[in-house]
T-cell receptor, first 109, second 114 residues
């Protein structure tokens, strides 16, 4: 079992739908990152959070430390949101980032 | 001015040949990382560097070597490429190690070993 698990692995939705991507982790962490990777493109950081909730535009990230779970939400989804979304946990003991496998999101017009 | 660039972006090479990928940064960050990305796996750490001439192995370092002779450049070498090393390689940089410091990633190098 991976230390960081994402679900779903693939998600297809219609433009305008509310999107939720989940990330669960089994290790002790100090922070969790959400990253975005467009097809053929590089990886960019969306959020880094260690508690509570952060919002940037239509993107919202939440984390529940007790339940070892984080979610990334996209409101009013748009085809340009189509990308792979990756969560990565900063593992407290090993002092390293552990990556989930990614969620491939496709938003159809 | 991306702050971090990888070269080449794409490469096709034959089994058994040596290959070197370059990561160049203009941010003066201390930490540099090489990852590979494969279907069904998260990003996996190959090697990392915590300073000039200071490097260490990651979880999938077999078949790879690295060098960092100056702050801005981190080279990844496949001494004798194999088909299992076909992958997308990402370089990342960070100013310090720790939960509070994010990573900046390069655009990736797609390597095909035939």
């Amino acid at each position: 079992k991976n230390e960081v698990e994402q679900s779903p692995q693939n998600l297809t939705a219609q433009e305008g739908e509310f999107i939720t991507i989940n990330c669960s982790y089994s290790v002790g962490i100090s922070a969790l990152h959400w990253l975005q990777q467009h097809p053929g493109g590089g990886i960019v950081s969306l959020f880094m959070l260690s508690s509570g909730k952060k919002k940037h535009g239509r993107l919202i990230a939440t984390i529940n430390i007790q339940e070892k779970h984080s979610s990334l939400h996209i409101t009013a989804s748009h085809p340009r949101d189509s990308a792979v979304y990756i969560c990565a946990a900063w593992q407290r003991g090993a002092q390293k980032l552990v990556f989930g496998q990614g969620t491939r999101l496709t938003i159809n017009p | 001015d991306a702050g971090i660039t990888q070269s080449p972006r794409h490469k096709v090479t034959e089994t058994g040949t040596p290959v070197t990928l370059r990561c160049h940064q203009t941010e003066n960050h201390r930490y540099m990382y090489w990852y590979r990305q494969d279907p069904g796996h998260g990003l996996r750490l190959i090697h990392y560097s915590y300073g000039v001439k200071d490097t260490d192995k990651g979880e999938v370092s077999d078949g790879y070597s690295v060098s960092r002779s100056k702050t801005e450049d981190f080279l990844l070498t496949l001494e004798s490429a194999t088909s299992s090393q076909t992958s997308v390689y990402f370089c990342a940089i960070s100013p310090q190690v720790g939960a509070a410091y994010g990573y900046t990633f390069g655009s990736g190098t797609r390597l095909t070993v035939v």
